[in-house]
């Protein structure tokens, strides 16, 4: 079994500040990691994501993420943020074997940025 | 490009009444999803397909029935409708498995559904 949890449920931050989004997971195997970004009244669309080698990946919009083992977390990152990066931002693990049926998903951060 | 459609957007039911949610992908995805997302649940997923005449249960299967006839489509049903399925419904495809470089989930846009 495996496990995500989102520490905020809603972050707020200035426009053109910095931010990070908290994710923890645990699990007994070997894991690929995800963060997808849902706008209002839109499906999900994927940000980035891990499978293995470099622990800092760079997804899209200028967010990145960094895998911690250790920590077992996946936080994602943005230096400076923009009114378009509003948004509900959900992580997202599954087993490194297997088909997307056992992805599970966080509980969601809504991230507001205050112009 | 069309991607992931979902029909109807919104709609409202009485309990007890049935319907029918239809996703369709014009991707030639070999798979597809059906997820609930509930507040302060994130998404769960209902039931799956690997290919066309499959299904298989999910996380919460329970109240619903799902069909995938012919490739392209996957159709989600309610019997019978309850208060506790009134929820966003999200349906998604793939063509791979999460590992592949640049495979990912496409998701539609989502059916509000709520049971009265």
């Known amino acids: 079994a495996q496990s995500v949890t989102q520490l905020d449920s809603q972050v707020p931050v200035f426009e053109e500040a910095p931010v990070e989004l908290r994710c923890n997971y645990s699990?007994?195997?070997?894991?690929?990691l995800f963060w997808y970004v849902q706008y209002p009244n839109q499906g999900l669309q994927l940000l980035l994501k891990?499978?293995?080698?470099?622990?800092l990946v760079k997804g899209i919009n200028g967010f990145e993420a960094e895998f911690n083992k250790s920590q077992t977390s996946f936080h994602l990152r943005k230096p400076s943020v923009h009114i378009s990066d509003t948004a509900e931002y959900f992580c997202?693990?599954?087993?490194?074997?297997?088909?997307?049926?056992?992805?599970?998903f966080g509980i969601g951060t809504k991230l507001q940025v205050i112009p | 490009n069309a991607g992931v459609t979902q029909t109807p957007k919104f709609r409202v039911l009485k309990t007890g009444q049935s319907m029918t949610l239809l996703c369709a992908q014009d991707m030639n995805h070999e798979y597809m999803y059906w997820y609930r997302q509930d507040p302060g649940m994130g998404l769960r997923l209902i039931h799956y397909?690997?290919?066309?005449?499959?299904?298989a249960k999910g996380e919460v299967p329970d109240g619903y029935n799902v069909s995938r006839l012919k490739k392209q489509n996957f159709l989600l049903g309610l019997e019978s409708a309850a208060p506790s399925q009134t929820s966003v419904y999200f349906c998604?495809?793939?063509?791979?498995?999460?590992?592949?470089?640049?495979?990912?989930?496409?998701f539609g846009s989502g059916t509000q559904l709520s049971v009265l």
């Open positions: 891990y499978l293995s080698g470099s622990t």
């Open positions: 699990s007994s195997v070997s894991v690929y």
């Open positions: 998604a495809s793939s063509s791979l498995f999460p590992g592949q470089l640049g495979e990912k989930l496409f």
């Open positions: 997202a693990v599954t087993p490194n074997s297997g088909g997307y049926q056992k992805v599970t």
């Open positions: 397909s690997v290919g066309e005449g499959t299904t």
